[in-house]
C-alpha cells in the first residue's frame, strides 16, 4: 500500500474568528493509500488549540511509512488498529483514517454509508457557520449565504445583544457556540434569553474541564447543551452523557471515522444527541463526515463552503441545503490538482 502526504493551505472566504483566535487561511494536510489501482484520500487539518500541526503529523506518517506500505491491509478497523499502535497522534491517524476509509470503499466498489448499512435519504441539515466580528459583518456574511441554520460563534461581552441583532434579519434556526468562554453563570443566565430568541442549544459554553460547573448549568439550563471540547476520544462519551444532552463528535479529535462510529453507537445507548462536526476543512474530510449523516441528529459540515477555493471534488452541499453523493464509491473523493 502506497501512501503519499501533501500539505495545502486553503484560503478562507472571509476571516473566521472564534473566541480564541482568528484566520484567514487553514493549513491542511492530505494523505492518499493506494492500492490495487484505487487511491482514497484522508484529511487532517492543523490546529493551534491541539498544537497540531501540517508538519508534526507529517513527521508522524513519515516515521513508519515503510510499516504502512507493508501492511496487510484487509480493513479501516484492523488498520486503525495497527496506527493507534504506533502512537500517532489522533489528528494523523484521522487523515490515514479517513483515506483507509476511501480506498476501502472504493475496493469495493461502494460508498461507505451503503457499506454501514444506512440510508441517505433521510438525513439532518447542516448548519452554516458566521464567526465572531462585528455586527455588520456577521449580516453581511447570513445575507450572503441565506440557509436554514446558522451556528453563532459567540464569546464576547455582548453576546445576547449580537443575537438578538442577528434575530431582527433571519427567521432561522440558531445554534450558539460559545468556544469555552462562558462562566456556568454566565451560562444560566443567556440561556432562557437566547431560547426566546429561537436558539435551538448551546455548544460547549465552559472550559472542557470545568465538569462541576456544567453540573450546575444542566441543573439550570432551559436550553439543550452540546459537548465539544469535553468530548474529544470514546472515552469522554460517557461522561459527558452525565453533563451534556449531546455530544460533538470531531474526526479529526477522535482519530477518524472509525471511533466516531464507535462513540455514535454508543451515545444513542446512553440516550443523548449526536452531532458531528468540522473544522475548516475541504471537501476531502466533509465527504468523510457526509457518509455518517443518515445516523445523526445534527450535523456540522459547512468546512468547504467556508473557502475562497477548493481542492477536491466529492459530496456536494446544494444552496437549499440538500447533499448531493457523488457517484463513486468510498467518501466519493477525487483530488483536482
Known sequence: MQVHLKKYILPLRHTFSISRESHDFQDTLIASLSLNGKTGYGEATA??????????MTNEINAIASEIENFNFTTPELFHSFLVGKGLSNFAICALDLAAHDLYGKLQGKPLYKLWGTDNNHYPTTNYTIGIAPID??????????????????????????????????????????NCAW????????????????VEFLEQPLKADDWSGMEEVMHHSVLPLIAD?????????????????????????????TPALRMISKAKELGIKVMVGCMTESTVGISAIA??????????????????????????????????FPNLAGSGVQLID
Open 291 to 324: 457518509q455518517l449523516i443518515p445516523q445523526l441528529d445534527y450535523v456540522d459540515m459547512d468546512g468547504a463552503m467556508l473557502l475562497k477555493s477548493d481542492i477536491a471534488t466529492g459530496v456536494q452541499i446544494t444552496d437549499d441545503g440538500k447533499v448531493i
Open 229 to 257: 471540547e469535553s468530548c474529544i476520544v470514546e472515552n469522554d462519551v460517557e461522561k459527558c452523557a452525565l453533563h451534556f444532552n449531546g455530544i460533538n463528535i470531531k474526526l479529526t479529535k477522535c482519530g477518524g471515522l
Open 183 to 198: 462562566t456556568a453563570e454566565e451560562t444560566i443566565h443567556n440561556a432562557p434569553l437566547l431560547k426566546d430568541l429561537g
Open 137 to 178: 459583518v456577521m449580516l453581511a456574511k447570513m445575507q450572503e449565504v441565506p440557509w436554514p441554520i446558522y451556528k453563532i460563534k459567540l464569546g464576547t461581552s455582548d453576546d445576547v445583544a449580537i443575537v438578538r441583532e442577528l434575530r431582527e434579519h433571519t427567521n432561522a434556526i440558531f445554534r450558539i457556540d460559545a
Open 47 to 56: 490546529n493551534p488549540y491541539y498544537k497540531i500541526t501540517v508538519l508534526s
